[in-house]
T-cell receptor, first 116, second 114 residues
């Protein structure tokens, strides 16, 4: 069975601070995909990144970076120099296969509040 | 502007009412999904449609009835709901291909059952 654990439930930081959102996953599959989504107050989930299990290179996109560590089954997300607009709920998710028949298993989400 | 729209955005209904949620995707995708998001819980996958056929039904009570008339539209028909069904209902779509499953989400319908 797949499982995604986001142990942090709420994080509050002051603008310009760096913040790391943790994600730990469990799966028996050797091929899987990891995702991060952002859910702003408007409600829709916004796709941030997808990473497959064979690619352990860290990725950086502007102020966002992701650290995939297969050895610890973690896929952590760091926001550098946080901004108020980063305030949202962030979900980590795991998919075990490709196509529409795959399931996205979500964590419970982390509510990030960035104060001015 | 999102490629997935949902209507209504907010809905309040009594337990004896019948209502429908609508989702439309403008992305040319051929797979669509319904999720339920309750407070303090992970998103729960309810239904998956691929090429207008239901391929996943996650033990959802029969008071929720999905309908997918074509690859661009997805409905969730609601009847005799319970207060615990109050939640945000999210629709998503994806391209059912050999690529990993990046799903695009709509803004959701906030449902309150009285």
């Amino acid at each position: 069975a797949q499982k995604v654990t986001q142990a942090q439930t709420e994080i509050s930081v002051v603008e310009k601070e760096d913040v790391t959102l943790d994600c730990v996953y469990e799966t028996r599959d050797t091929t899987y995909y990891l995702f991060w989504y952002k859910q702003p107050p408007s409600g829709e989930l916004v796709f941030l990144i997808r990473r497959n299990s064979f690619d352990e290179q860290n990725e950086i996109s502007g102020r966002y970076s992701w650290n995939f560590q297969k050895s610890t089954s973690s896929f952590n997300f760091t926001i550098t120099a946080s901004q108020v607009v980063d305030s949202a709920v962030y979900f980590c998710a795991l998919s075990d296969s490709t196509g529409a028949n795959s399931k996205l298993t979500f964590g419970k989400g982390i509510t990030l509040s960035v104060r001015p | 502007e999102t490629g997935v729209t949902q209507t209504p955005r907010h809905l309040v209904m009594g337990m004896t009412n019948k209502k429908s949620l609508k989702c439309e995707q403008h992305l040319g995708h051929n797979a669509m999904y319904w999720y339920k998001q309750s407070a303090k819980k992970p998103l729960e996958l309810m239904f998956v449609y691929s090429l207008e056929e239901r391929v996943e039904n996650n033990s959802v009570p029969s008071r929720f009835s999905p309908e997918c008339p074509n690859s661009s539209h997805l409905f969730l028909h609601l009847h005799t709901l319970q207060p615990e069904d109050s939640a945000l209902y999210l629709c998503a779509s994806s391209q059912d291909s050999g690529n990993p499953n990046e799903q695009f989400f709509g803004p959701g319908t906030r449902l309150t059952v009285l």
